[in-house]
Nanobody, 126 residues
Framework: VQLVESGGGSVQPGGSLRLSCVASGNTDDTVCMAWFRQAPGKEREAVARIRPSDDVAYYAGSAQVRFTISQDKSKNTLYLRMDSLGPEDTGVYYC????????????????????WGQGTPVTVSS
């Protein structure tokens, strides 16, 4: 499975972005999709994940009220809509996919995900 993210960029505080992640290859092998991010000088952390079978989503922290994870199965594409962005949202955003359904119960952990994209950078600055 190959994952390719796009949609990152520079935005002012309060702005919005929509990230996309196109999956290719044996996508039937994946049962959980997620977004992680890594801020400068910090460890990578979970942002949101979605269970493709029923669209049940999980959000970490403030992402719960500002971000929306969604998917278009016909296009094998995962999205992350981000609103009210602040400097704390700056970082590289990664798309990830897991083969095990356990990754889609509770908070997502990096070691549960088998496939990763190369990341797309997001900078929030005035």
């Amino acid at each position: 499975v190959q994952l390719v993210e796009s949609g990152g960029g520079s935005v002012q505080p309060g702005g919005s972005l929509r990230l996309s992640c196109v999956a290719s290859g044996n996508t039937d092998d994946t049962v959980c999709m997620a977004w992680f991010r890594q801020a400068p000088g910090k460890e990578r952390e979970a942002v949101a994940r979605i269970r493709p079978s029923d669209d049940v989503a999980y959000y970490a922290g403030s992402a719960q009220v500002r971000f929306t994870i969604s998917q278009d199965k016909s296009k094998n594409t995962l999205y992350l809509r981000m609103d009210s962005l602040g400097p704390e949202d700056t970082g590289v955003y990664y798309c990830a996919a897991a083969r095990s359904v356990s990754a889609c119960f509770g908070a997502p952990f990096q070691n549960e995900f088998d496939y990763w994209g190369q990341g797309t950078p997001v900078t929030v600055s005035s």
